[in-house]
Nanobody, 125 residues
Framework: QVQLVESGGGLVQAGASLRISCAASGRTLSAYAVGWFRQPPGKEREFVAGINWNGDTTHYGDSMRGRSTISRDNAANTVYLQMNSLKPVDTAVYYC??????????????????WGQGTQVTVSS
């Protein structure tokens, strides 16, 4: 079992930056690809970014491409999402998920084995 806990969310103003974290426990995260997803209020979940097991491959969704960077520190069992130039439309609950695979980055959300509880990010105008 892998437990994922997101942190770092909060209320920020438009244009600000925020880094959210996904910390794993139970097993090493280095055997997993990790994705970040978000669910805005009243909308469906969408893919934000994903990273393979060692960080040398990343994949971004359309919503935050060019404004976000996903990274990981396997020694710390943590994956990060740096978000810049935040907009009110980025307001959502952000979730991380782990997929027991080394290289494939799934952007559908259907293949992940574990999910965190989410962290709220609210961007005010």
């Amino acid at each position: 079992q892998v437990q994922l806990v997101e942190s770092g969310g909060g209320l920020v103003q438009a244009g600000a930056s925020l880094r959210i974290s996904c910390a794993a426990s139970g097993r090493t995260l280095s055997a997993y690809a990790v994705g970040w997803f978000r669910q805005p209020p009243g909308k469906e979940r969408e893919f934000v970014a994903g990273i393979n097991w060692n960080g040398d491959t990343t994949h971004y969704g359309d919503s935050m491409r060019g404004r976000s960077t996903i990274s990981r520190d396997n020694a710390a069992n943590t994956v990060y999402l740096q978000m810049n130039s935040l907009k009110p439309v980025d307001t959502a609950v952000y979730y991380c998920a782990a997929h027991f695979v080394l290289t494939t980055i799934d952007d559908t959300g259907l293949k992940y084995d574990y999910w965190g509880q989410g962290t709220q990010v609210t961007v005010s105008s």
